[in-house]
């Protein structure tokens, strides 16, 4: 399917300014179901970007806040590099969780109002961006969240003062959820993912559970880590997952 990836909204967040999305959708007519793309700490990379077009690609149209949009320019990409790293930890640990959250409410009220959006909305996310999909699920206009190798969920120590309240807040989830880890990823060892799954089923919560012998960021298409069969399995899970939701 062709698309269109050359559209961007700047989407006003109360208390912080204008936050720019990316939007990546079918260059048809029509309208398809939402999915919020939450990045990595990098922003908007040129894998994010591919993510995105591989989603859209299948009959979605796909938004990807700025999720730094307070504290870099916009249009900012972090580089796969040790001072990006660091800049992308520091900012992580920086903004406040409430800050996160408010980012997530402007961005689902404003994927509802687009015009190519049918009404159904999911999320998606990587590393930070896990944690922060399934965050913006919490909403109850969310009906679903793919949640890939989420970081901090089960440490608690997301945002500034690295305390979040995640964890406390699950028995709130009415999206049906999926969870894809890599086993090898140090940084959700086998005693946090068992934290995460404990809880689910303390809530009743409705989700998939999926564990992998790959290593933490192994969707991304640049570097070592990169599992291409991985990712076409991941993702053809992830597009069953969105098929039986979304609709």
């Known amino acids: 399917m062709i ?13 912080s300014g204008p936050m720019r999305m990316h939007l990546f959708r079918p260059a048809i007519a029509g309208r398809f179901p939402g999915v919020l793309l939450f990045s990595e700490i990098y922003q908007v990379t040129a894998p994010i970007r591919r993510l995105a077009a591989m989603i859209a690609g299948n009959g979605y149209v796909v938004a990807v806040p700025e999720v730094y949009h307070e504290y870099e320019p916009a249009g900012t990409i972090l ?3 040790q001072a990006g790293t660091d800049r992308g930890n520091a900012l992580k640990f920086a903004k406040p969780v409430s800050a996160f959250d408010a980012d997530a409410e402007a961005a689902t009220t404003a994927m509802l109002a687009h015009a190519a959006c049918n009404g159904r909305l999911g999320t998606f996310g990587v590393c930070l ?3 922060l999909a399934y965050r913006a699920a919490l909403d109850p206009r969310v009906a679903a969240a793919a949640c890939f190798y989420p970081t901090d969920i089960h440490s608690g120590t997301l945002g500034e003062g690295r305390s979040d309240d995640s964890l406390a807040r699950m ?6 959820a999926m969870f ?3 086993r090898q990823d140090p940084h ?6 068992e934290a995460i799954r404990t809880r689910l089923e303390e809530v009743g919560a409705a989700y998939e559970w999926h564990e992998m012998n790959a290593q933490h960021a192994f969707l991304r298409d640049e570097g070592p880590r ?3 069969a991985l990712f076409l399995q991941a993702m053809a899970l992830t597009l069953q997952f969105y098929r039986r939701t979304l609709r």
């Open 171 to 176: 028995a709130n989830l009415k999206a049906e």
């Open 188 to 193: 959700v060892p086998f005693a946090g993912r």
């Open 3 to 15: 698309l269109r990836s050359d559209e961007t909204l700047d989407v006003d967040v109360p208390g």
């Open 79 to 81: 580089e796969y590099d």
């Open 180 to 182: 894809v880890w890599g």
């Open 226 to 228: 990169y599992d291409p």
């Open 129 to 131: 961006g896990g944690h």
